[in-house]
């Protein structure tokens, strides 16, 4: 009987052992392990690599950034702005300066340049301007030397904000190319600028469009906050037909255009100059470069309030007769 049962002990001891069904463990060799440390090393090095790269990537453009802001310090002063910004200093506490803050509905002067697209002036940039909730404005539509019904659509309106001048010959701009496009619209934003009389100034460009509330949250901003200029976001259209949210916050090229801004008329006294091109700079970026040197008490607001329709699919230049062209 013992014997028997010492055997059915042994027999349960032995199948209590491993599975023979089950796959024994796998045991890495010491090369495997080896090469696993050293590709960890590998990828731990790399990550260093790239966070150096990225924080010489940030210092290059920041250093990029403080040379440009020279630059541009240096090219406003031999511009002759240095006189504008003293004066901006003397006038800014002056009872005249400030009252256009206090008025209860500031006059404020749309200017718009156009060139023979009346459909394009009349249903998209005129139609937002009308339609602003902001009703105290003076609107003024310049042609440059417009050949077309232009004068006749604007005056159909029968809107009596509205004040149509054509100039009497185009330009003169530089010959079709980059440096055309650079200026082309110059002339009629100086005729434009000298007509203006309201205390706050804005543009729109004739084929691109505001939000209806735009004028008067820019009219509240500046009143309340005694902003000498107020800027925005805006939507700028892709060439696949989308809309990006554009404007970073900084007043940089690229960033802003005069669609989006909103001034005191103090800087009526900043020109817009038809040579930018030569720098080579568009004509709105020079504008506001300019202003921006002044150092105006500004305000940015998130709030995309302007519809940039990007021309992809500009028609071929046509000189007018008799046209002169800048060297």
Request: aromatic share 12%.
């Amino acid at each position: 009987m013992l014997p028997r049962l010492l055997r059915r002990l042994r027999s349960s001891a032995s199948n209590e052992g491993p599975d023979s069904n089950q796959a024994p463990p796998i045991v890495a060799p010491a090369s495997v392990d080896a090469d696993r440390q050293t590709l960890e090393a590998k990828n731990r090095s790399l990550a260093d690599e790239n966070q150096s790269l990225r924080e010489e990537i940030s210092s290059f453009f920041g250093q990029l950034h403080r040379e440009r802001q020279r630059l541009d310090y240096v090219l406003s002063e031999q511009e002759g702005l240095g006189r504008l910004r003293s004066l901006l200093i003397e006038q800014r506490d002056t009872a005249a300066f400030q009252s256009v803050f206090d008025e209860p509905s500031p006059l404020v002067s749309v200017l718009v340049a156009t060139c023979d697209r009346p459909a394009l002036l009349i249903e998209r940039c005129l139609h937002a301007i009308r339609s602003q909730t902001y009703k105290n404005l003076q609107i003024i539509v310049v042609g440059d030397h417009s050949v077309d019904e232009t004068q006749t659509m604007v005056e159909a309106l029968g809107d009596e904000r509205i004040e149509f001048h054509n100039l009497p010959r185009r330009g003169p701009y530089p010959r079709p190319g980059q440096d055309r496009w650079h200026v082309a619209g110059t002339a009629p934003l100086v005729a434009a600028q000298s007509l203006a009389k309201g205390q706050f100034i804005t543009y729109l460009d004739d084929d691109d469009s505001w939000d209806p509330s735009r004028i008067e949250i820019m009219v509240n901003i500046a009143k309340e906050q005694r902003a000498e200029l107020v800027w925005h976001k805006f939507w700028f259209l892709w060439p696949d037909g989308s809309w990006k949210l554009w404007g970073n916050g900084r007043m940089e090229y690229g960033q802003v255009g005069v669609q989006m801004v909103f001034y005191h008329r103090f800087f009526l006294q900043v020109p817009w100059d038809v040579y930018a091109y030569r720098i080579p700079e568009p004509n709105d970026w020079n504008h506001l470069r300019k202003i921006w040197h002044l150092r105006p008490k500004a305000v940015f607001i998130e709030q995309p309030l302007t519809w940039y329709f990007k021309n992809y699919d500009s028609p071929p230049f046509i000189a007018q007769e008799g046209e002169v062209f800048l060297d």
